[in-house]
């Protein structure tokens, strides 16, 4: 299991956020420092279910999600994997192996949540103490004020905001970057890329 990124590294992988997605709301920075945290761990409801859940979601696309690979650590080594790296003609652009493919994508994203243990008691004190930070740089309106308390005492995994949604439909599973290395040569290259122009 890897350890618990500090407050600060929270705060990059936010800052990165707002660069990528101006749209993201308070529930979405609560989203990625969690999935920072624990990686896919506690999103798995129905593991059987993975394979067939990334498939219909591939298929229901209607453009691009960039970017392609967002760290959610600042050694890279957790990243969010937009499902367009899937596409075929994304995938010749930038030399994907074409193995990158549902199969592939479920089994990495298995494998990953196995890495990582969610005890809600441990988030919730990292959380606070980023919350704070995050609030004087960031500004949070009163109305996520509700929704955050609930995400805190009822232990809720909230969806993207209507507002992140909305402005970037978010297609994406959460993986270790270990797996990217055999299927993408020189990956943490696309990492520099916030938007790619497919």
Not at 16 to 45: M, N, T, V
Not at 66 to 84: K, V
Request: net charge negative.
């Amino acid at each position: 299991m890897l350890p618990l990124p500090s407050i600060d590294e929270l705060i990059l992988i936010c800052q990165w956020e707002r660069d990528l997605h101006p749209q993201a709301r308070w529930q979405d920075y609560y989203k990625i420092c969690l999935q920072s945290c624990f990686g896919p761990a506690h999103f798995i409801a129905h593991p059987d279910r993975v394979q067939a859940s990334i498939k219909a979601e591939f298929g229901s696309m209607n453009q691009p999600y960039l970017p392609l690979i967002q760290p959610l650590r600042s050694n890279y080594e957790l990243a969010r994997i937009s499902l367009s790296i899937m596409d075929e003609t994304i995938q010749a652009f930038y030399g994907i192996d074409p193995c990158f493919d549902v199969n592939f994508l479920s089994a990495a994203f298995l494998e990953s949540a196995e890495c990582y243990c969610y005890h809600h008691s441990s988030w919730l004190g990292l959380w606070h103490q980023a919350e704070s930070s995050l609030e004087s740089s960031i500004g949070l309106y009163d109305s996520e004020r509700q929704l955050l308390a609930e995400c805190t005492t009822k232990q809720r995994n909230p969806s993207h905001s209507d507002n992140f949604a909305q402005h970037y439909e978010p297609h994406y599973r959460v993986i270790k970057t270990s797996n990217l290395r055999q299927v993408i040569p020189g990956w943490e290259m696309l990492v520099k890329i916030a938007n790619y122009g497919v």
